[in-house]
């Protein structure tokens, strides 16, 4: 028996059917086959023929649902059972849906609807093989609206055999209709119970239970970044990485340059992922069972596999966004079959968290006494030295995955059981292993949520959005670690790394109204330094980065000294190499490791701005900082004073430092020619003289990085009294500067920074200082070349930003706190009467 084509069904007919197969649906028949079936329908018409594989089934309807219930007389029975309903007292929520489930479930199907589903099963089973598997899910007919999530709310069912087994699941999945949760959500949304129908879809099954399965968003989750596809991958079926049961990979897709022929996986996580599902032979659907440590050690797909997922999720989410006729990014469900390799799409709805926020507002949280703490050490703006926390600074008890920017605070309920969940007061820390619906009647009242296992599109990531709560997952210690009653600052508004803190820390928020801001002439661009905050920042009215630091993504992600790696067979301390051996486990070739993650560190800072300049910094570690990343020791000299030492230009082309530097030039070719991203613009800091510059270029071009190729340019750090002196000469070698007021200001004045004994000297609004500064300006404009400024003066000092642009500076790099009221400032500014360069000249003598 062949599948009814569309086109022959009318409206009326299709209204009245008991089934409807997948490929007779679309997106607009939500109401008869609830918005999971429908989007089925619509991939398989509108998506198969560009690419997208999904698998085929069939759905029971909203007819046949109100067909049952009303030929068993059950409407009059449901509306007095929930007369006295009562979502916010759980004892009463639960005795009604118990009673409610029992009543449908004791009620048997219509004899033409057992027929229909037994017909259509027995077609699907032509189709692929005798009692074929398949996964039978319920699809609400409110479901998957652009402005609700009803996922997860009714119940789902995987390897299911026989048409026994396909009917039964099939009144367990309209008995779903009323699981406490569903029932919770739709009094909370203001959903009628009574004019929802129950759909339920039947797919043939995609074997990942022998490969890997997961979820990607077509956005980034935390941020609302449009431009980046976040896929999550574990091995298995992917109930597991929808109910948070495991902690999956992460992988971030750039999908501008995706789109036009590059490779831009932005980021890639390891994730433990300790399970995997599998099909039970016994009398269970599935079970799990533990993976192997050499495959948790190894990331779950391979990166075809994530640029085929990422233009997949470019594909659906383009698609609805043109149905729907407003940008419309999409949550996805896909698998890969263990047995073809073939990867499919088996599910798609709409987001509805970040597609609902408007962007007229950037509101910001900030913990009171943390200045600046960025992963475990506090940034400098221009100073590349990483310094150590501040004792004031707590340090945290639980670290996972944050969701949400936002920080919340309260008294810790550790509940490890969902029958528990009465005692749960509202404001308090919900601390679990895991949540699935059935902890949403309390996940609303929670001021914060805590748990062991879950990635970022885990079910509790997923609720903790829509309701606007900040949670960490994946902490997997943190129901040992915390306990009931214990008062904690939850933050997750510093970087992608979640932070629970003991006590009630003070904390700011700041709301700032985006439609007013003014634009101005000089252009306002920002310092950044951690890529997790990248896409964040970026919602910050800029006109791009300044300074992006290498630095710190060599200390805090790579942690290992490159010539380590490139010599790691001759490396002498067998403690450093055993260290690097576990943190490079994925590596034969050690440098790939140094490549891979700076490439996706500056990549993930470009992709974030783009199409706006990034300025990457090449490294600035001194040899004393360099020796303190792992197997540094060996290979670094001890300076008396490394302020002024072997730092900056003057290693890229030394024997000692040259095979370390092509590492730094592989991986900025990566970002700009593999990932697309040209916005990617290299700088070179302490460069002492033109010829030395020379020399630099001379060595970037041997490892495929030259000047003028591909519209490459390269800057200069203008941070020594030379390049200001030699400026003309520095301008026909470089073809832009950043002044470095740190390092200009100590050597002009002749002050070592880091000594309390002279720091009330150290100022950048020095005559001296300024006059330094203005003479780089105006040799820069006379030679026609870009200068900026990265340094720390205009964003302490606002006098020194209104000097800045009354030089004619094309642009003044900030901090990111400083950029809105530098911009403010700059603006107005920008609108007095044109005070002559000179005149300020003689009024700082």
């Known amino acids: 028996m062949e599948t009814v084509s569309k086109s022959t069904l009318s409206s009326s007919a299709k209204e009245r059917s008991l089934i409807l197969w997948f490929d007779e649906v679309g997106i607009s028949d939500i109401p008869l086959v609830g918005g999971k079936n429908a989007s089925l329908g619509e991939m398989i018409q509108q998506l198969s023929p560009k690419g997208i594989d999904v698998p085929t089934g069939f759905a029971t309807t909203a007819y046949a649902y109100r067909y ?70 319920s699809s609400a007919t409110a479901e998957d609206l652009p402005d609700a999530s009803f996922a997860g709310q009714q119940e789902s069912y995987l390897n299911v055999v026989g048409t026994e087994g396909v009917l039964a699941a099939c009144h367990k999945c309209f008995a779903s209709l009323f699981t406490d949760r569903a029932i919770s959500y739709r009094h909370t949304k203001g959903f009628d119970h009574f004019s929802i129908a129950l759909a339920v879809g039947v797919q043939k099954m995609v074997r990942s239970d022998l490969a890997t399965s997961g979820v990607m968003f077509s956005i980034d989750t935390e941020t609302g970044f449009k431009d980046a596809a976040l896929i999550t991958a574990a091995y298995g079926l992917g109930e597991n990485v929808v109910q948070g049961a495991v902690n999956p990979d992460e992988y971030y897709v750039f999908k ?55 233009r997949w999720a470019s594909l659906i989410e383009d698609h609805y966004s043109q149905v729907h ?20 799409v088996v599910q798609a709805r709409p987001e509805t968290v970040q597609s609902q926020k408007t962007g007229n507002v950037l509101r910001s949280y900030r913990l009171l006494g943390k200045v600046g703490k960025v992963g475990g050490v506090e940034e400098k703006t221009e100073n590349s030295s990483p310094a150590p926390l501040r004792p004031s600074a707590p340090l945290p008890l639980v670290t996972g995955r944050a969701i949400g920017e936002a920080i919340s605070q309260g008294k810790v309920h550790l509940i490890l059981d969902v029958h528990r969940i009465d005692q749960f007061q509202a404001g308090e820390v919900l601390v679990t292993e895991r949540t699935d619906p059935d902890w949403e009647p309390i996940m609303k009242r929670a001021s914060a949520i805590i748990t062991n ?41 510093e970087g992608e790394e979640g932070q629970v803190y003991p006590g009630l820390l003070p904390f700011e928020v700041q709301e700032v109204p985006l439609e007013d801001l003014p634009r101005t002439r000089t252009q306002i661009l920002m310092n950044v330094g951690n890529p997790q905050e990248a ?71 470009a992709a974030a701005f783009y199409p706006k300049p990034v300025i990457v910094r090449m490294s600035d570690f001194k040899s004393n900082e360099y020796a303190n990343l792992l197997g540094g020791q060996q290979f670094e000299p001890h300076e008396e004073n490394p302020m002024l030492g072997w730092r900056g230009a003057a290693r890229y082309y030394d024997q000692g430092y040259r095979e370390a530097f092509a590492l730094e030039c592989h991986a900025i070719k990566r970002v700009r020619e593999d990932m697309g991203l040209t916005n990617v613009i290299p700088m070179i800091p302490f460069c002492r003289t033109p010829d030395e510059g020379r020399l630099v270029l001379a060595e970037m071009a041997k490892n495929d990085l030259k000047q003028g190729v591909n519209d490459l340019q390269v800057y200069v750090m203008c941070e020594l009294p030379n390049n200001v002196i030699m400026a003309e000469e520095f301008a026909d070698v470089f073809d832009g500067f950043s002044i470095g007021s740190n390092d200009l200001t100590q050597l002009t004045l002749g002050i070592d920074r880091d000594s309390a004994l002279v720091a009330r000297l150290f100022d950048e609004r ?59 400032e700059v603006a107005k500014v920008e609108r007095l009467p044109f005070k002559s360069p000179e005149a300020d000249a003689s009024n700082s003598r």
């Not at 006729?325 to 990867?343: C, F, H, R, S, V």
């Open 325 to 344: 006729g407003i940008y419309t990014p999409m949550d996805i469900e896909w698998a890969k079959d263990g047995i073809t390799n073939q990867l499919f």
């Open 68 to 137: 049952f219930i009303k030929s068993a007389g059950l409407e009059a029975k449901l509306r007095k059972l929930f007369a006295d309903l009562d979502v916010e007292d759980v004892k009463n929520l639960r005795e009604r849906g118990k009673k409610a489930r029992s009543l449908l479930i004791h009620t048997p199907f219509p004899v033409e609807l057992r027929e229909a589903i037994a017909t259509a099963y027995q077609v699907l089973s032509e189709r692929y093989n005798a009692e074929t598997d398949v996964a039978v899910r």
């Open 256 to 310: 501008p340059t995706l789109k036009a022929g590059f490779r831009p996986i932005i980021n890639k996580k390891l994730g433990s992922k300790e399970l995997k599902m599998i099909y039970d032979d016994g009398s269970k659907f599935t079970k799990n069972v533990s993976v192997s440590t050499a495959d948790r050690g190894k990331f779950a797909i391979t990166d075809e596999e994530i640029l085929q997922l990422a």
């Open 766 to 824: 020095s005559p001296g200082v300024k006059r330094m500064v203005k003479m780089a300006i105006e040799t820069a404009k006379k030679r026609n070349r870009k200068i900026g400024i990265c340094g720390q003066a205009p964003s302490d000092y606002p006098e020194f930003a209104q000097f800045l642009v009354e030089q004619g500076i094309d642009s003044i790099s900030l901090n990111p706190d400083s950029v809105l009221k530098t911009m403010l």
């Open 535 to 605: 896409l964040s920042l970026s919602a910050i009215p800029n006109d791009g980065v300044g300074l992006a630091r290498t630095e710190f993504i060599i200390a805090n992600q790579i942690q290992i000294h490159p010539m380590a790696l490139i010599h790691y067979d001759l490396l002498k301390d067998e403690f450093v190499k055993a260290k690097i051996a576990d943190i490079t486990a994925l590596y034969d070739e050690k440098p790939q490791y140094f490549v891979d993650k700076l490439a996706q560190g500056i990549g993930r800072i």
């Open 453 to 493: 296992s879950g990635g970022r599109t885990c079910h509790a990531a997923i609720i903790a959005r829509e309701l606007g709560v900040p949670a960490i997952v994946g902490c997997g210690n943190a129901t040992d670690i915390l306990k009931t009653g214990q008062e904690v600052t939850i933050s997750c508004a």
